[in-house]
């Protein structure tokens, strides 16, 4: 089965079903999330905080990203897949944002870019569409600018700034993007954005009227120890499953339990003999 497009994507906006969009770093996590028919992969550069040890996405590089999501795209087969263009990527001008996008697709296998920010960079995102390079757009909460936000918070709560997302969404979908994440904001902002326009909302702590949801899938599996935000729910809590498993082959090599006759390899005695005696015998 071919690829889904930024066509196929948009049409769910009016046809459904919601859309599901998970995030994957490496090929095996990309192979297992394709097989399940989730629509969208997107390789985040939440990469920086839940792969690669860093405390923000801010530090994540072009060299980073276009190398996972190389591994991601080798094991894709039906999703969507999205790379999310880096922090100093695309802001410095609308020349290296068209370089740099450019790179996710002719380098790295990816079918479209994300890039967070609003009003700002409609025109960099008009520029990356004619250029035949498909976007997502993420306004709310916009993790690399956190600091300016007031952190990882939610976002749009009074007028003021519930205004300013909600024209923010607006001139993403004007720009040209074919869908849009709305990260961390109120409920009932989604749901006003959602109506207003025609590109399918994709919400990740931003309620349950858009059009589809994302998850950080380190979040959701419970791999990712250091922090839970409140709008995560964990599917599977595998951290302390995969402890436990560490845990008890410590334990067994430890003790000698590990391995057994059954994971280890017969035959050989022979050789063994020959080889000891010839060792003997030039000692002697
Ligand atoms: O980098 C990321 O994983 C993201 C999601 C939170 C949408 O941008």
Redesign the pocket.
Known sequence: MPRLTPVDIKERKTKGPKLT?L?AYDYHFASLIDQCGIDMI?V????GMVVLGYDS?VPVTMDEMLHHCRAVSRAVEHALVVG?MPFMSYQTSKEDALRNAGRFLKEAGCDAV?L?GGSHFAETISCLVAAGIPVVG?VGLT?QTASSLGGYKVQGRDFDAAKRIYEDALAVADAGAFAI?L?CVPTALAALITRSIDIPT?G?GAGDKCDGQ?L?THDMIGLFEKFTPKFVRKYVNLAPQIKEAFLTFKEEVEAGKFPSNEESFSGGEEAVLAIESKETRAKT
């Open positions: 969009m995030t997107l985040g550069d939440s990469l996405t999310d994300k967070e993420h993790p994440v990260e994709i990740i994302v950080v």
